[in-house]
């Protein structure tokens, strides 16, 4: 019974599970706040954009 617990090894996971790590660029654009009000106008855009398709 034993030499069966000692065959179940509890590996860690490989680096291919973890995901990729933000380049300067990414976090650059991400911490901007001039770039993130944009992107904010432009998703409220979209919506508004459906909801009026939807109530005409």
């Known amino acids: 019974m034993f030499q ?3 065959k ?3 590996r860690g996971y490989y680096d291919e ?3 990729p790590l933000p380049t300067k660029r ?3 654009w991400r911490r901007n ?3 993130q009000f944009w992107r904010f106008i432009v998703l409220n855009l979209k919506i ?3 909801v009026v398709g939807g109530h005409s």
């Open 17 to 19: 599970s973890y995901p």
């Open 33 to 35: 706040l001039f770039w």
């Open 26 to 28: 990414t976090k650059f």
């Open 48 to 50: 508004m954009r459906i």
């Open 8 to 10: 179940n090894i509890v």
């Open 4 to 6: 069966f617990m000692a």
